[in-house]
């Protein structure tokens, strides 16, 4: 009990690019007295993402920035990151590759959740590829974030079966659920 009373949150932010459904549960999991982030900023490389509409929802201060130059896009998080003495960085589903300068800065402090059972599956189209080798088994990491992609040190892996009848879509949705069970998780073990 002592230890809830006296938890200090850190100042995290969310890069996104899509659905959000990784950002919407770690927002849910801030909201808990014994969780120890508290989400100050989301920051998406495109307005389309859907996830942005949690901004407005929940009142966490969004930036869309544009990745057609890096390192000026890297410039602008930078200052925006200091400006709202983020502390920590949670990738969930966000598409651009970070310079190994931006990472380098933040060493440590950048986690990345990745659907597929690493070092299995590095990049995209995790889900079809572990069908089309025949896979009886994949599931979903999180990782610390180093300058090489998807290669960072392991903090919580989670399987998941995959059954005949399972397409990438289906398969999608069976990780997808356990992301949501194992973000959190990772984030209590190293932030605890
Ligand atoms: C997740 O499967 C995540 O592992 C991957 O991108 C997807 C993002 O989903 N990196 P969402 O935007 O959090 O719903």
Known sequence: MKKLIGLKKNNVAVFISGTGSNLKN??????????????NLIISDTKEAKGLEYS???????????????NEAEKKILKTLIKKK???????????????????????MI????PSLLPKYKGLNTHERAIKNGDKMTGC??????????????????KVRINKADNPVTLAKKVLKEEHRL???AILKILN
């Open 26 to 39: 770690l927002i849910k999991f801030s909201k808990k007295k014994y969780f120890p982030i508290n989400i």
């Open 56 to 70: 407005k929802k929940y009142k966490i201060k969004k930036k869309i920035v544009n990745f057609n130059n890096r």
């Open 86 to 108: 983020i502390k920590f960085i949670c990738l969930a589903g966000f598409m651009k590759i970070l310079s190994a300068n931006f990472i380098k800065r933040f060493d440590g």
């Open 111 to 114: 986690i990345n959740i990745h």
């Open 141 to 158: 990491t999180v990782h610390f974030v180093n300058k090489k992609l998807d290669s960072g040190i392991i903090i919580l892996q989670k």
């Open 183 to 185: 973000y959190p998780a």
